[in-house]
């Protein structure tokens, strides 16, 4: 959440407070609810959890529901507690900032697979092993920390430490608003956004051209091309919260009377949405995590129908 945000909060009369407040965490409950389907349905069947690809879609449904955890809790407290002790909005600003970072790192890592599955298939079951896909979600973690630990690394140097005694507005613009966290900020998103679009359009080329290649199951190639422009439109989402602070500058001054307005919107777009959209662009096309939806509904459906009969 950036400061803008939290500083036009408190002029908030309290009805739009209430409604916004409202909207944030029913969409917060309706996602994490929706991933949460399928998070009980990968541990169901052995045909996910044993499964490389299955496995990262499901890192990135959790770190979704993470995510969205956070950002929904940090919207809340900008309004409901505005003195947060130090050390607990490091611990959640930190978290953020890693399963922000998280969500492309993870695209990435899906389109990999895909590549490797179309481009390389005799070698796929001997890379994408469910060992070495555990160990890259702990690589992804790893570089998804690291700016949320320079972050914190950078304040420890140039801020006092009685900092860490005091409350605070629980923002990452207001708290890490030296110069050095900003040209870091820059730094970091602009070399994690290059690395995921090369990746991203490379796979993306590569499973292209064996395409077109391919005298037999050219379907499944065409699936993978179709799967990594999803996971390139995923990725444009996934920046909007990049250019949200710039949006604000923008229009702020323009319509100074709907500025509260228009920081809402951005937060929807850049946090939310995107989290929203996952499970629909991934999930629901996927044919065995369809099965399993059908048919739990379908058993809820026939479970429903057998009780009020029985009444």
């Given at each position: 959440?950036?400061y803008?945000?939290?500083?036009?909060?408190?002029?908030?009369?309290?009805?739009?407070?209430?409604?916004k407040?409202f909207?944030?965490?029913?969409?917060?409950i309706?996602?994490?609810c929706?991933?949460?389907?399928f998070?009980?349905?990968?541990?169901r069947?052995s045909i996910?959890?044993?499964?490389?690809?299955?496995?990262?879609?499901?890192?990135?449904?959790i770190n979704?529901?993470?995510?969205v955890?956070i950002?929904?809790?940090?919207?809340?407290?900008?309004y409901?507690?505005?003195?947060v002790p130090?050390?607990?909005?490091?611990i959640?600003?930190?978290t953020?900032?890693?399963?922000?970072?998280?969500t492309?790192l993870?695209?990435?890592?899906?389109?990999?697979?895909?590549?490797?599955?179309?481009c390389?298939?005799l070698?796929?079951?001997?890379i994408?092993?469910?060992?070495?896909?555990?160990?890259l979600?702990?690589?992804?973690?790893g570089?998804?920390?690291?700016?949320?630990?320079?972050?914190?690394?950078?304040?420890?140097?140039?801020?006092?430490l009685?900092?860490f005694?005091?409350?605070?507005l629980?923002?990452?613009?207001?708290?890490?608003?030296?110069?050095?966290?900003?040209?870091?900020s820059k730094?970091?998103?602009?070399?994690?956004?290059?690395?995921?679009?090369?990746i991203?359009v490379?796979?993306?080329?590569?499973v292209l051209?064996?395409?077109?290649?391919?005298?037999?199951?050219?379907s499944?190639?065409?699936?993978?091309?179709?799967?990594?422009l999803?996971?390139?439109?995923?990725?444009?989402?996934?920046?909007?919260?990049y250019?949200?602070?710039?949006?604000?500058?923008?229009f702020?001054?323009?319509l100074p009377?709907?500025?509260t307005?228009?920081?809402?919107l951005n937060?929807l777009?850049?946090n939310?949405?995107?989290?929203?959209?996952t499970?629909?662009?991934?999930?629901?096309?996927?044919k065995?995590?369809?099965?399993?939806?059908?048919?739990?509904?379908?058993?809820r459906f026939?479970?429903?129908?057998v009780?009020l009969?029985q009444?």
């Amino acid at each position: 959440m950036n400061y803008t945000m939290v500083q036009n909060n408190t002029k908030d009369r309290y009805e739009e407070a209430f409604v916004k407040n409202f909207i944030i965490v029913l969409l917060g409950i309706t996602i994490n609810c929706i991933n949460g389907v399928f998070v009980f349905i990968f541990f169901r069947s052995s045909i996910f959890y044993n499964d490389p690809r299955y496995i990262l879609y499901i890192h990135l449904v959790i770190n979704d529901m993470l995510m969205v955890c956070i950002t929904v809790s940090l919207y809340v407290m900008s309004y409901a507690w505005r003195s947060v002790p130090v050390p607990f909005c490091i611990i959640l600003l930190m978290t953020g900032a890693t399963t922000h970072k998280n969500t492309p790192l993870t695209l990435a890592g899906m389109a990999i697979e895909r590549y490797i599955a179309i481009c390389k298939p005799l070698h796929h079951s001997q890379i994408c092993t469910v060992h070495r896909t555990y160990i890259l979600i702990s690589m992804i973690w790893g570089a998804g920390v690291i700016p949320g630990l320079a972050d914190l690394i950078i304040t420890l140097i140039v801020r006092p430490l009685s900092l860490f005694t005091k409350g605070t507005l629980c923002s990452s613009t207001y708290l890490y608003n030296t110069p050095y966290n900003e040209d870091k900020s820059k730094v970091i998103n602009v070399f994690y956004t290059a690395v995921v679009w090369v990746i991203i359009v490379f796979t993306y080329y590569r499973v292209l051209v064996t395409a077109r290649k391919a005298t037999s199951d050219k379907s499944s190639a065409k699936k993978a091309q179709n799967t990594i422009l999803l996971h390139g439109g995923q990725l444009m989402l996934c920046m909007l919260s990049y250019i949200t602070p710039l949006i604000d500058m923008t229009f702020a001054p323009l319509l100074p009377a709907q500025w509260t307005k228009i920081t809402f919107l951005n937060y929807l777009l850049g946090n939310i949405v995107p989290r929203l959209l996952t499970p629909l662009i991934y999930g629901v096309r996927d044919k065995h995590f369809y099965k399993h939806i059908k048919r739990i509904f379908a058993c809820r459906f026939f479970n429903v129908k057998v009780e009020l009969t029985q009444k």
